[in-house]
């Protein structure tokens, strides 16, 4: 593999690395032998356009569309799945936050997170929270299937000379875009009245997916290869 997606893939790892083993935020932190024994059963709130752009417990900018949670003791960069006691959907996601701030609710949704869960419309919704263990090879997608994470390999684009981009996330505000951009060394590009974030080029197809899977653990479950040329 060339230098240049070497080093993107080890700059995507390095960054979760770092969220997962900060420990900043309030609770005590869970061992990493533990990350698949914790759940719970209790109320989630969510915040949305209100807390934009607003750093996290984890250091990310945080944005409401995407898959993420704030937990008071969880590990931060881990992931946890999520069950909608009424609708029975469940979405997988990043704890990058700490709270919730009410001892009455048990985790904190992005707004992204309580719409795959179908409980946007709601304050609060009634559901069950499990960790994931490292390693766990889920997406960040919502499932009908209770407790049933479900195994993502997106299809990689064929590309006549082997080389792709990952397309992060699209916004409609440049300044998020570029923050997001910045904190994993990739590009932002116009595109109408949106901006782009793409990490890239990468040589080889592994590369990319693994780049790929690195952005979904960040809470871009939409993030997806594209052929780079």
């Known amino acids: 593999m060339p230098s240049r997606g070497k080093a993107l893939v080890h700059t995507v790892?390095?960054?979760l690395l770092l969220v997962a083993c900060s420990g900043r935020g309030h609770g005590a932190a869970i061992p990493l032998a533990s990350f698949g024994a914790y759940q719970a059963s209790g109320l989630a709130s969510w915040y949305g356009e209100e807390a934009a752009g607003h750093r996290t417990a984890s250091g990310d900018f945080f944005d409401p569309n995407g898959i993420t949670a704030a937990h008071r003791s969880l590990p931060l960069g881990s992931l946890a799945e999520v069950t909608s006691v009424d609708t029975?959907?469940?979405?997988?996601?990043?704890i990058n936050d700490r709270g919730p701030g009410r001892r009455d609710r048990i985790i904190d949704l992005s707004r992204g997170a309580a719409r795959a869960l179908g409980t946007d419309r709601l304050p609060v919704a009634s559901v069950r929270v499990r960790a994931l263990a490292p390693g766990s090879r889920v997406g960040i997608v919502a499932t009908d299937a209770a407790f049933a994470p479900t195994p993502v390999h997106p299809a990689v684009p064929r590309s006549a000379n082997d080389r792709y981009i990952?397309?992060?996330?699209s916004f409609s505000n440049r300044d998020r875009a570029q923050a997001l951009a910045d904190a994993v060394s990739a590009q932002v590009l116009p595109a109408g009245n949106l901006w782009r974030v793409r990490l890239g080029p990468i040589q080889g197809a592994a590369a990319a997916q693994e780049a790929r899977?690195?952005?979904a653990a960040r809470g871009y479950g939409d993030a997806h290869i594209l052929p780079a040329d």
């Open 13 to 15: 790892a390095a960054g």
């Open 166 to 169: 990952v397309q992060i996330a």
């Open 88 to 94: 029975g959907r469940s979405v997988v996601v990043r």
């Open 213 to 215: 899977d690195a952005m």
